[in-house]
């Protein structure tokens, strides 16, 4: 009974270290997706501020909407 007590306190402790483990990547990772995104939206703010942005030719626009002729 002793050893099986032992063998159960071990697992109980190996569950507990890889919920914990998985926990921490969960955190981890979405840290690091805030971190990325925040950099996406400083960059495209510096791409706003650093092109005129005109819209496309009609004829661009009109030449995606139509399908194509055989």
Known sequence: MLALKFLLT???FGLFA???ILVA???FAAARL??????HE???VALAA????RP???WVARAATLEERP
């Not at 805030?34 to 950099?39: A, F, Q, S």
């Not at 650093?50 to 942005?53: E, K, L, N, P, R």
């Open 10 to 12: 071990i697992l109980g």
């Open 34 to 39: 805030r971190w990325l995104l925040k950099r």
């Open 25 to 27: 990547c969960d955190v």
């Open 50 to 53: 650093s092109h005129d942005y």
């Open 18 to 20: 890889s919920a914990a």
């Open 42 to 44: 400083i960059a495209e």
């Open 56 to 58: 496309a030719p009609l």
